[in-house]
């Protein structure tokens, strides 16, 4: 399909915690062709390189993307600055989104800190057949929570400090989870060493494995080749590009 | 309507705007914004005789008002850029023009060689890439060695070659001529400036190759200056790039002295760079009531 | 509080930030908004041995995240300087840093010689000026001339000497060996790169010396990428500047290799800003629990 | 006295004409000090170099400063943005005022188009003993008139197309106005052949004169030597610089 370049309103603005943002955008033509797992590059005025944000939700009736992104540096800071009504600059849908199997298979999304996003929309594909393992530093941290529940999805929240759910890392909670009940697919986005234990979790359960990375982008669609992650097939090991060959990448492709 | 188009080493471009080498890709992806033949030519990713992996990543960082980059001419080799590639850019009613990177003057002659019986328009040879430790800038800093090569692949190939300048030398206009006595037939310029960032928190370069190729606006004053000194110092067509973002910076290259501007860094931002500035610039030209746009080239009357 | 000072070939600065040559004047300006014992020291206006009226104006044209200047080191000399400004700054509390710019080694000499008896704390021997005809940059672009001039006025005077670099060169690094190897007590580092902007309404530069110093935030990660390759070739301390802004841009600088930094045109933008930049130091420090700045000093390490 | 850095609310703003815009500023520190021809120099988002611009109108009582300027770039647009309420990044006052003869004697300013609003200020001091000879290119590029009447200055308005006042250009108006009536002083800001026009009248019928000039600017406040313009003092030409030495210039020490 065409990529799509336009400035879409931001019909809806929310604060979901300290620095965190949710916005929902009207870009019918975009929502129609998005999928979980892809992400939308977002101009922050006064920088030369737009911002790349994964999409956590998709309403194709309604014609709206939701993101949920977190203020790093001063383009995110930036983005969250734009109000509600004002336009987004932003090109979208890019990438290659999460494999969706049959609905009524097993899935499992864990989603460290602000990887929790992008799991939203992929676990709501299989409603009360996902378990949701989402982690964060402590209670205050916590966002989503209630959106995965309205997905009819099984929530585990993990908190470093068990000041929410339980105390622990969500690769604990993971393998808890593995330990008590099979899965046939599991989907992983946060830090690298995250996913790293995830992915060693899935080999030893022999269960398939989607991650979503990250890397930092100029193009967004595949032309400048700056998003290069090692990258493995066949035993030969080569650099993709997150922004075209992924962001979502099967587990055992990736070199982390 | 304005004639917007130039010739260059008897090419001829319908309008002066060629996205820029590396920024562009072989036109695959942006061909899904807007057909190709809005462009005057297209200056494709450079190619080297063999694959090339590339730099480890990070690649990117941001600086203020630019980037840097450290690809490090990640590229499937020549061979594949002919038989997969070129196809697709075949007949799509732009120039073509091949960047040569090749590691050692033998790589490049062959490479020239390997695309003289293609529908390549024109050669770049890339004798300025920051990015790699053979070849690249190395053949770009020494009047020598950049004649040299050019020398070399002038004589292997019957293409119209158009050698592509590095930034970071103390007078690029000694290398120009050099290489136009040499026997290139145009100069492009600039390629990416040498710059460097750290990452405060955990104190290491952004970039895994510690330094990389600045490009993008505030690297323009720059391409400007460069490009008015090395039109005034040769006879052969200059192509001017380095921070162009909107179509006043294209009339400020031409007049510079540029036969025609190429675009970079501009495209991450807005991928809509290149139509826009030809369309910004033939209403220039029209309410300048300018009937030519060659008209410009060259015209900026220094004090 | 963390410790902020640091020691330059001997000269003790309170803290590392220091106002660039040409962007303080000699400090009676800035001296309406905040008083000068704050700064870590002054690096003054550019100097010759007789009055220079510079160039015909327009001087300044901005660019991308920076400007051009064309400045050409007006002044009013350095035995005005001796009488009339040396005389305020002294016991201001800060570092004076005499900017010696002569137009030939003999004038640099005799600068060097004048202001030998007085306060001045360091002499900075600018051989980067991109605005003058005669001495200024000649003088930076090759090894030989630098060291030529520098071994020069390191005989003529007692005061450390530190050596201010073009960056408009192939290889900064030889140079600053250069400078190092003939006497240099320390190098200051980038002077602004040349660069050009043109009126696209009247076809003139805008700059009536057509030409200018590029200089801001555009610079900086090439600022940033000198000041890393230099403190890697030379064991004297280096003073690192183009292009700093910010704290965070003086934390990035000194990581690279810079034991002090100098601020230039963001002052235009912002009067406050080497006061600022001083005050996010040494929050950083104790925010980070490092005791000392001095730690920070090329604590890049590369990949 | 110290220059004021600082923000400082836009309380007012007016379009005048097309592309030109009218900004009271509430800055009681700078009001207070601020002196007619003199000017402040404003952060525009996203520049690196501020932009100087005219005091129109002081008032100290309300502690408010006027400006009025022209969108002529990017840097005015910017600032031409800003909305009531929001703050203003200024550095003032700045520069070389007009010199004040006593208020019984008789002035003359001259402005030509975006020169006329620096006028506005000098003129009242002189109230009905001074003219303001105004000009514009055509009937809607005309400002300030009204502001002038009200400070009671006889106004005397021109067109280059005679649809407003008088057709002709303002150095016609003047010389019409030093055949008719006797001044002590002439004041004028407007383009360079504008000004040398009113400097030789000046010269021929032996008035004093001063000029406010423009040229481009970095730091504002003498430090960069930037904003060099030519000038002569005891038959020595040498570059004094508009924002310490002017903007403001006795018209026998100009060079045009
Ligand atoms: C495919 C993908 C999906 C993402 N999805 C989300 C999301 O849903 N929510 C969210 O909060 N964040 C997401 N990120 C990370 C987000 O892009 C960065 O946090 C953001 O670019 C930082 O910009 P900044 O200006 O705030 O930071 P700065 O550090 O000031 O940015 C400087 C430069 O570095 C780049 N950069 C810095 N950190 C990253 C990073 N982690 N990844 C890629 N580029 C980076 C910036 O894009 C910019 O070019 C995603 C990244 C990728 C690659
Ligand atoms: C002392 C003084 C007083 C002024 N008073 C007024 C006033 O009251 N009203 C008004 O409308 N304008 C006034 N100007 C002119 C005003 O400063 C310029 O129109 C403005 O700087 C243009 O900025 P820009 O970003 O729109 O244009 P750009 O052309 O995009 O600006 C690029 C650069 O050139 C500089 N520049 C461009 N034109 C001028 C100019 N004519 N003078 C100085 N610098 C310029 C800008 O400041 C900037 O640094 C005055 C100028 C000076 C020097
Ligand atoms: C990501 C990236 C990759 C590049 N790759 C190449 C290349 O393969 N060959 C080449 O000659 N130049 C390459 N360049 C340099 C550009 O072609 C151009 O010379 C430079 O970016 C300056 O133009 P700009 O400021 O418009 O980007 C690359 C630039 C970028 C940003
Ligand atoms: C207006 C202006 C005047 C300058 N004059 C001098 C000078 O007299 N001597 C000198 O060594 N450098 C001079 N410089 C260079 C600065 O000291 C500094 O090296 C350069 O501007 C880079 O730093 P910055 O990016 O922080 O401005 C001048 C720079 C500017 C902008
Ligand atoms: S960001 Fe350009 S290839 Fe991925
Ligand atoms: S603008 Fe710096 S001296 Fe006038």
Known sequence: MAYQQGLYPLIKKQNLAKNIYDFTLLCPEIAKEALAGQFVHIKADGFLLRRPISICGINRQKGTLRIVFEIRGQGTEQIAGINEGELVDMIAPLGKGFTLLAKDKKAIVVGGGIGVPPMLEVASHYRENAAAIIGFRNAAAVILDKDFEKNWNKVILCTDDGSAGQKGFVTQALKSRLEAENADIIYACGPALMLKSIIDLANEYHIKCEVSLEERMACGVGACLGCACKTVKNGEEFFAHVCKDGPVFESKEVIL | ?303
């Open chain 2, 1 to 303: 309507m304005a004639n917007l188009s130039v010739n260059i080493a008897g090419v001829e471009f319908k309008n002066p705007v060629i996205p820029a080498s590396g920024t562009f890709g072989n036109g695959r992806e942006y061909e899904k914004f807007y057909p190709l033949h809005l462009l005057g030519g297209i200056s494709v990713k450079g190619m080297t005789l063999n694959p090339k992996d590339g730099n480890p990543p990070p690649r990117i960082a941001e600086t203020p008002a630019g980037m840097l980059n450290s690809v490090g001419l990640q590229n499937p080799g020549v061979d594949y850029f002919i038989q997969n590639e070129l196809p697709n850019l075949e007949n799509k009613g732009t120039v073509i023009i091949a960047n040569v990177a090749g590691s050692t003057v033998e790589d490049c002659i062959t490479i020239a060689q390997k695309l003289d019986d293609t529908c390549v328009d024109m050669l770049e040879l890339n004798i300025s890439c920051p990015n790699v430790k053979e070849g690249g800038v190395a053949f770009g800093v020494s009047c020598q060695s950049a004649a040299g090569i050019t020398q070399a692949v002038r004589k292997a190939t019957k293409k119209p070659l158009m050698v592509k300048l590095s930034p970071n030398v103390t007078d690029i206009a000694s290398i120009a001529r050099a290489v136009e006595d040499a026997g290139a037939d145009a100069v492009s310029l600039i390629n990416t400036v040498l710059g460097m960032r750290i990452d405060i928190k955990n104190r290491r370069p952004i970039l895994k190759n510690n330094m990389g190729g600045l490009s993008g606006p505030a690297v323009f004053p720059v391409a400007v200056r460069m490009v008015w000194q090395v039109a005034n110092a040769v006879n052969i067509p200059v192509v001017g790039m380095g921070g162009i973002s909107k179509w006043e910076d294209a009339v400020e290259m031409m007049m510079a002295g540029a036969t025609a501007v190429q675009v970079g860094a501009a495209i991450f931002s807005n991928p809509y760079c290149p139509v826009e500035i030809i369309d910004g610039l033939n209403n220039y030209l029209d309410d300048s009531h300018i009937a030519d746009v060659n008209e410009l080239i060259g015209c900026v009357k220094p004090w």
